[in-house]
């Protein structure tokens, strides 16, 4: 079973970087992916880029490539969200899922954690 928990959202000023948590308290499956997705009050779930847990190799929405990345921490089964220069426009609810590689079957969620990007 893969629990994820997201932590690390906030409120920030335009300009400003911010990092997002992502603990898996289950298991975790070598042919797994973790990645982010964010959501934006009345528009649709985006995904923003993913880790492959084996071998960390990531991959980004090109809306995101170059002022976000993502890494992996192996001991503490988790995956981070570095987020830079910040935009209003980046203010959504964040969430973390993870999903077997090969496929876009998004098994597992986590609760999501707000960030607010103030002009």
């Known amino acids: 079973q893969v629990q994820l928990v997201e932590s690390g959202g906030g409120l920030v000023q335009a300009g400003d970087s911010l990092r997002l948590s992502c603990a898996n308290s289950?298991?975790?499956?070598?042919?797994?992916?973790m990645g982010w997705f964010r959501q934006a009050p009345g528009k649709e779930r985006k995904f923003l880029g993913a880790?492959?847990?084996?071998?960390?190799?990531?991959n980004f929405a090109d809306s995101v490539k170059g002022r976000f990345t993502i890494s992996r921490d192996s001991a503490k089964n988790t995956v981070y969200l570095q987020m830079s220069s910040l935009k209003p426009e980046d203010t959504a609810v964040y969430y973390c899922?993870?999903?077997?590689?090969?496929?876009?079957?998004?098994?597992?969620w986590g609760q999501g954690t707000q960030v607010i990007v103030s002009s």
């Open positions: 289950g298991r975790t499956f070598s042919n797994y992916v």
């Open positions: 880790i492959r847990w084996s071998d960390g190799s990531a």
């Open positions: 899922a993870a999903w077997m590689a090969g496929t876009s079957d998004y098994e597992y």
